[in-house]
């Protein structure tokens, strides 16, 4: 068998420019935000992994996702005002805005040191603080320009500093703060920043600063802060048990401190509150991911941003803190019974359903105890999540169905296996689920019958191209085939000794089965398969065709690649992303849909080239809604009269319905919004020839 080597064509770095692509789920994004800035009470602005820039132009209602044109990370952001700023991050990367975001400029250092802070003293003057043992040529950096950024003076190299912070109180005095190889580091300024003189801590990572006024001022680190009443010249350790990534005090009394911990199995977030000038603080606020940053625009309105892509926002000075768009489980499949319909499934029994081609997902969710791997539907009513349940004492596998189209989902027949991975079904009666072994059932679910003893284990997919022919795929590169309506499985040649994840056939005799660092392909229904794709990065969950030359596989560390000519090459498909993609799946040749970690739907309506912001319509909007935004009521008229029953629903950005009404026979409804609270929402109608939906926002 020729081997051959991987290749994926990299599309040009213009192309990575220019993508756009549409974040689904969660919203804006759902990449970790590190900083957040708000210039006025207003306008913020909130950066993070991948190139993530997002910004708020009405103090939180609604956010956009900015254009940075780079994959690298911010740790930082500051802006002098609501139109001049600067975004710092990994690799020596700055960039300046002069127009709130529209267009950046690059005035990066050359060095490749991580940047993790930066300010400016005025719109010519700035500073930056980063570097460390760990990174780069080892050494802790501040450099300031006086130009805004077109050139950069060294101030300080240090061995062994890694700087994390950095704020200045007034022209010439500033602090950076970081750690040592012995412990924390808290550096001052009173010269602009000509020499800075080193306070130690015993604390060892130091990363946060803040500063009241000229004298008061706090760090925080990993478990303790350090409070300071005359400038920085002495420092008082006080014990606060917290981990704390950021801390902002809006008087010299109340103060607020986020941070949080990630561990392999779970992750949680902390917001702390002081009220006595940090001597002792009170948890107020634990969200399900950590949170990197704070910020105040005045004593009652506070946000905070962290891991996830979580956005919090309080008005009444932290005793309730909201989030901008609710957290999903992580997802590992997802499916599409119409071009508008479709379902996901994953962590914590999550099942989103959408109406609206992915414009809302619905949770319809019903037993937290499962983990749904995989769901499959046989027409628009009827359809299958299986996965493994966590019960008192025991885990097993389990298959729900619906007949109603998800509204609601009973357990079929109890199931003899540790673990389902995949199920497919051939028609309504005849489905087959493969995990721990393979399960066959000829009564809809009433039943589930195992493969005969010495039959496959430890599969991943499964994918049948007749009623009697089946393949499956799993770990260590084994495949089975069946032609016999899985009456027995043949065990097929090994071409990898690597796990393969997904196996797909787009007819009788071509089929693709990929996994960790392959992708293999076979044009004689099985017989024999070549490799086409060989890399050791390459970690592919999922792989979906939708003609007999264009496909996609999508996996670890936001991996999206499309083939136009049956698999002899690979396209990179830029994607701002880091998280893992679980399963990809086409309503048609240009619009799909991508799901993974952290609850991530991503959408493409061309093909996978590039992602939308917006949605476009094939067809005018068929009716007006207005005013939009608005206060407390719209009117929505249609540009025809409807006949007939007319459903008028309104979401959350979560999908959660908040609002259902019916008209008869109207051309022209009025609705009460008064109920619901200032943000922004969808509204979705729905006759019997018409469904669209509109964005609205409501002051």
């Given at each position: 068998m020729k081997k051959i080597g991987f290749p994926i064509i990299i599309w040009l770095w213009v192309l990575m420019l220019n993508a756009q692509w549409t974040w689904q789920n969660p919203l804006p994004q759902g990449n970790l935000l590190s900083s957040i800035f708000f210039a006025d009470d207003k306008t913020g602005y909130a950066v993070g992994a991948s190139g993530t820039i997002i910004k708020t132009a009405d103090g939180g209602l609604s956010y956009s996702i900015l254009n940075s044109g780079t994959t690298q990370s911010f740790n930082s952001v500051y802006f002098v005002d609501t139109e001049n700023g600067y975004a710092a991050g990994d690799s020596g990367i700055i960039l300046k805005?002069?127009?709130?975001g529209a267009t950046w400029t690059d005035v990066s250092i050359a060095k490749a040191d991580a940047i993790r802070g930066v300010y400016f003293t005025d719109a010519n003057t700035g500073y930056i603080a980063g570097g460390g043992y760990f990174v780069g040529n080892g050494y802790g950096m501040i450099k300031k320009t006086v130009d805004g950024g077109t050139t950069w003076i060294d101030l300080l190299n240090e061995p062994e500093y890694t700087l994390n912070a950095i704020l200045f109180t007034n022209d010439n005095t500033g602090y950076v703060v970081g750690q040592t190889l012995a412990g924390g580091i808290i550096l001052k300024t009173t010269d602009a920043g000509t020499t800075w003189a080193p306070y130690t801590t015993t604390e060892s990572g130091l990363l946060s600063v803040l500063f009241i006024d000229q004298n008061t001022g706090y760090v925080a680190g990993a478990s303790n802060l350090y409070k300071t009443m005359d400038g920085g010249i002495t420092w008082t350790e006080i014990e606060a048990n917290f981990n704390c990534n950021s801390i902002y005090f809006t008087n010299a009394n109340?103060?607020?401190?986020?941070?949080?911990?990630t561990y392999p199995e779970y992750q949680y977030g902390y917001i702390s509150k002081t009220i006595d000038g940090g001597?002792?603080?009170?948890?107020?606020?634990?969200?399900?991911f950590p949170l990197l940053s704070i910020d105040f625009t005045d004593t009652l309105t506070g946000y905070a941003v962290g891991a996830g892509g979580i956005i919090l926002k309080t008005d009444d000075a932290g005793i309730n803190w909201n989030p901008f768009s609710n957290k999903y489980n992580s997802l590992f499949d997802v499916c599409f019974t119409s071009t508008n319909t479709g379902y996901a499934v994953g962590e914590e029994g999550t099942i989103l359903k959408t109406y609206n081609a992915g414009e809302?997902?619905?949770?319809?969710s019903f037993n937290s105890s499962v983990r749904l791997n995989d769901i499959y539907f046989i027409n628009d009513q009827a359809g299958y999540a299986a996965g493994t349940e966590y019960i008192p004492w025991a885990v097993g596998s389990v298959i729900y169905k619906t007949l109603d189209g998800g509204e609601t989902w009973n357990a079929t027949d109890s199931i003899n296996a540790p673990y389902i991975k995949s199920i497919f079904f051939t028609d309504v009666n005849t489905g087959y689920a493969v995990g721990s072994t393979i399960l066959k059932t000829t009564d809809g679910g009433g039943t589930w019958a195992a493969a005969p003893p010495g039959t496959a284990f430890e599969l991943n997919s499964v994918f049948f191209t007749e009623p009697n022919t089946g393949y499956a795929v799993g770990l260590n590169g084994k495949m089975y085939k069946t032609t016999d309506a899985g009456a027995s499985w043949q065990s097929l040649p090994a071409v990898i000794t690597d796990d393969l994840r997904s196996v797909f056939f787009t007819d009788v005799n071509t089929g693709y089965a990929a996994g960790v660092h392959n992708i293999l392909k076979t044009i004689d229904a099985g017989t024999t398969w070549e490799i086409q794709a060989s890399n050791s990065n390459l970690y592919i969950n999922s792989v979906y065709f939708t003609d007999a030359n264009h496909g996609y596989a999508v996996g670890y560390v936001g991996t999206i690649l499309k083939t136009s000519d049956g698999g002899i090459t690979w396209n990179v498909i830029p994607v701002q992303t880091s998280y893992a993609f679980q399963s990809v799946?086409?309503?048609?040749?240009?619009?799909?849909?991508?799901?993974?970690?952290?609850?991530?739907?991503?959408?493409?309506t061309n093909g996978g080239t590039?992602?939308?912001?917006?949605?476009?319509?094939?067809?005018p909007p068929s009716f007006?809604?207005?005013?939009?935004?608005?206060?407390?009521?719209?009117t929505i008229e249609a540009k025809a009269g409807w006949a007939g029953e007319t459903i008028v629903q309104v979401y959350s950005l979560n999908g959660a319905r908040l609002i259902d009404r019916k008209f008869q026979n109207q051309q022209k409804m009025n609705m009460d919004l008064s109920s619901l609270?200032?943000?922004?929402?969808f509204v979705e109608i729905r006759t019997s020839t018409v469904q669209e939906s509109r964005k609205l926002l409501i002051q």
């Open positions: 805005t002069l127009n709130g109340t103060g607020y401190a986020v941070g949080g911990e001597l002792t603080w009170v948890t107020i606020q634990q969200p399900d809302v997902w619905t949770d319809i799946y086409f309503t048609d040749a240009n619009t799909g849909y991508v799901v993974g970690d952290i609850g991530t739907i991503l959408k493409t590039t992602f939308i912001e917006e949605p476009s319509f094939k067809n007006m809604l207005y005013p939009n935004p608005t206060i407390n009521a719209i609270l200032p943000g922004m929402y």
